[in-house]
């Protein structure tokens, strides 16, 4: 696999296509209080790039040019996170987004585990370690912090291509889409402090 760190941005000669995974890692789960260190992307070729931002000023055109193409599709994990940090601090909208976890979710009723560790065991055979989960990625980045990090995407084309199956044969896709749709809603409740269920009595 060819593992990339790049400082602040991506490079722009970087053929990206028209298909990305992407994963994000922060200082914490709040986003008033914990800053943005990473955005990790992979083409599907075996390769991961991992940007380690400034977090000063976050100037990365390259990046923020690639994640708000309505053109390239992304393919997250838990999308919901990523994306409220991401506007948050690189100030963007992203658009044209797969979920790996609202399609688990949807497909795989038949197991309460959507998290990547059991989908890429799952659907690629692979038992990886979460152990650099919550590890500090604000600093220098030990080789098994990249590992890490590279495995978060590494893995998402395939699995989305699966779960796609599983939702088609089941006729669950069309509820997948609409979902997505609600995707950047959901960030905006976040970003302005309704984090609780606003659907429940």
Not at 102 to 131: C, M, N, P, V
């Amino acid at each position: 696999m060819d593992i990339k760190v790049h400082k602040s941005d991506l490079p722009e000669d970087l053929e990206i296509g028209n298909k990305i995974a992407v994963d994000c890692e922060f200082m914490g789960l709040n986003f008033q209080r914990d800053k943005l260190c990473l955005v990790q992307i992979s083409t599907g070729n075996s390769d991961a790039h991992i940007i380690q931002l400034d977090r000063d000023n976050y100037n990365s055109p390259v990046l923020k040019k690639v994640l708000s193409d309505k053109k390239v599709k992304k393919i997250f994990h838990f999308a919901r996170a990523d994306l409220t940090f991401i506007k948050k601090y690189l100030s963007i909208d992203v658009t044209n987004i797969e979920d790996t976890k609202l399609q688990s979710k949807l497909a795989r009723s038949y197991t309460d585990k959507h998290g990547l560790k059991d989908l890429i065991k799952e659907f690629i055979g692979i038992d990886i370690s979460k152990q650099f989960q919550s590890s500090d990625f604000g600093g220098q980045l030990s080789q098994a912090q990249i590992k890490y990090c590279a495995n978060d995407v590494l893995y998402l084309h395939k699995i989305n291509d699966a779960l796609n199956k599983i939702l088609i044969r089941e006729k669950r896709y069309q509820l997948y889409e609409e979902c997505l749709k609600f995707v950047n809603t959901r960030v905006n409740l976040d970003l302005a402090s309704f984090s609780e269920d606003i659907w429940s009595h």
